[in-house]
Nanobody, 115 residues
């Protein structure tokens, strides 16, 4: 089992920045890809960005150039630096981790961007 705990959400004005963290615990060995998803009110959950264990990254077009994912394997933690935030970035952000064919999810952290 893997437990994921997100932190760093909050209220920020448009154009501002936030940094989310996701700490993994439990059976963290063999975790491969970790990522961030988000779900806005009334919308489906969508992939924001992901990073493999060796650092290969992918981003949704809507966040390219504004968001940066990074990972500290020694701390079993993944980060999401969000800059130039827009009102449409308002959502609950979920961390996930893939390990040996299973996908684990955190409970989410709310990001609210005021315009």
């Amino acid at each position: 089992q893997v437990q994921l705990v997100e932190s760093g959400g909050g209220l920020v004005q448009a154009g501002g920045s936030l940094r989310l963290s996701c700490a993994a615990s439990g059976s963290t060995f063999a975790i491969n890809t970790m990522g961030w998803y988000r779900q806005a009110p009334g919308k489906q959950r969508e992939l924001v960005t992901s990073i493999t264990r060796v650092g290969l990254t992918a981003y949704a077009d809507s966040v390219k150039g504004r968001f940066t994912i990074s990972r500290d394997n020694a701390k079993n933690t993944v980060y999401l630096q969000m800059n130039s935030l827009k009102s449409e970035d308002t959502a609950v952000y979920y961390c996930n981790a893939d390990r040996v064919g299973y996908t684990y999810w955190g409970k989410g952290t709310l990001v609210t961007v005021s315009s």
